[in-house]
Nanobody, 124 residues
Framework: QVQLVESGGGLVQDGGSLRLSCVAS????????MGWFRQAPGKEREFVAT????????NYKASVKGRFTISRDNRKNTVYLQIDSLKPEDTAVYYC?????????????????WGQGTQVTVSS
């Protein structure tokens, strides 16, 4: 069983930055692609970024490219999401998710394990 614990969310001003972290336990971290999703109030959960098990392949939601950077440290069983130039529309609960495969994925139903989420609020 894989457990994921996110941290790093908070309240920031428009234009600010945050780095979200997600620590995984349960083994085989490097064999799992990881993803970040977010859910804003009243909206469906949406894909944000994904990274393959080796870290060699990344993919992003088009609207966050250039502002969001996903990375991972397989020695620390941790995946990160660096968020720069934050905008009020980035306000959401951000979720970390793990797949049972090396391949990066952009759809939520491709992921087997989910964290509890961390709140990001951007004030204008």
């Amino acid at each position: 069983q894989v457990q994921l614990v996110e941290s790093g969310g908070g309240l920031v001003q428009d234009g600010g930055s945050l780095r979200l972290s997600c620590v995984a336990s349960g083994g085989a971290f490097s064999a799992r692609a990881m993803g970040w999703f977010r859910q804003a109030p009243g909206k469906e959960r949406e894909f944000v970024a994904t990274i393959s098990g080796s870290g060699g392949n990344e993919n992003y939601k088009a609207s966050v490219k250039g502002r969001f950077t996903i990375s991972r440290d397989n020695r620390k069983n941790t995946v990160y999401l660096q968020i720069d130039s934050l905008k009020p529309e980035d306000t959401a609960v951000y979720y970390c998710a793990a797949r049972s495969t090396l391949l990066a994925g952009t759809k939520s139903d491709e992921y087997n394990y989910w964290g509890q989420g961390t709140q990001v609020t951007v004030s204008s």
